[in-house]
């Protein structure tokens, strides 16, 4: 059953939420109304195809839908809750750092950086939830890749 799957689902959709908004808050809220969207469109998911990728679509779609909407209200660098390293302040102070400079990057960037190093999809899977040819998706990544570590050195 499809909303079994979706389930399952939730800590990816939460993960990439949170890269995407930013804010607890707002993640969450597209987490809700992206499962709302797909169980009210799920006669349009094609069952046996890949249904993270169709989750993570609607997801993408609905942000920049509501960005628009919001006329990108601006949120400062530091506005995110801090990542949380278990009892070791240099770990800390280290997903920090690599938290301030993965905002940095443009959004396509961490967008691609984000669908392939954590998201695990392939680089064509995200390609097409970009929107993007494979190749431009690449040559994302390779940037995104190359200024994370040059900024943390």
Partial sequence: MIKDDIVAMLPDLRAFARFLCREREAADD???????????????????????????TIMRTRF????????????PLDAAA?????????ATMALKELSVVLWRLSPQMREALVLVGAGGFSYEEAAGLCGCAVGTLKARVSRARKQLAEKLQ
């Fill in 30 to 56: 597209l987490v809700q109304n992206t499962i709302l969207t797909a169980l009210d469109k799920q006669s349009q998911f094609t069952p046996g195809t890949n249904l993270k990728a169709w989750l993570f």
């Fill in 64 to 75: 920049y839908s509501d960005l628009r909407k919001q006329r990108r209200r601006l949120i």
């Fill in 82 to 90: 801090p990542l949380a390293a278990v009892d070791n302040p240099e």
